[in-house]
């Protein structure tokens, strides 16, 4: 079995299992509601339904498409909860890093520096939008604080990632070749 097929699967596997067993977690931990139900219901179903799909798929070999519909999917998923949770920045750090580290390890360099800069215009939007500043903090001051208490992190994170990458001797994904 190709090395690239059996790491994309194992990851597929470990976010499907993932998936499952956070939604009731998540029902549990959170406040329980309506809407709160349909948001876990749905994100982690979506999740699960996605991996499932993939999994499918990559039986046909198509493991480059797959790897990019992992990541990319994820990244949509993890930035539409992001931006619509309420939740502060730093809250949602962790999910876009973890888009970041699969991105260097299924993706290769070149779409790791892509998903990092769509993850941290992602973060920086929110952080602008989100950040309410404490009494007698000026706005601009509280967004920049926002900002800075978790980039600069997250540019390290993807930097060493991308000087990872240069230096590993991985499976090669960006040169693998998908079967048709």
């Not at 990541?71 to 888009?99: M, P, Q, R």
Request: proline share 3%; with cysteine.
């Amino acid at each position: 079995m190709d090395a690239q097929v059996h790491l994309t699967r194992a990851i597929l596997w470990l976010i499907l299992i993932a998936a499952l067993i956070s939604a009731p977690i998540f029902l549990i931990a959170e406040e329980f509601d309506s809407r709160h139900i349909l948001l876990v219901l749905g994100s982690n179903g979506i999740c699960v339904l996605m991996c499932v799909g993939l999994l499918h798929r990559l039986k046909r070999g198509d493991v480059q498409l797959c790897a990019r519909l992992l990541v990319f999917g994820l990244l949509l998923l993890v930035a539409g909860l992001a931006t619509t949770n309420g939740e502060s920045v730093h809250v949602n750090v962790v999910n876009f890093i973890l888009v970041s580290v699969l991105a260097a390890v299924l993706l290769g360099r070149k779409l790791l520096l892509t998903v990092a800069a769509l993850c941290a215009l992602t973060m920086l939007w929110i952080a602008w939008n989100g950040t309410v500043p404490r009494p007698g903090e000026e706005l601009f001051e509280a967004r920049l604080e926002a900002i800075v208490q978790f980039m600069p992190t997250y540019l390290v994170v993807v930097a060493i990632l991308w000087l990872r990458e240069q230096t590993a001797d991985p499976v090669a994904p960006d040169t693998y070749q998908s079967k048709g």
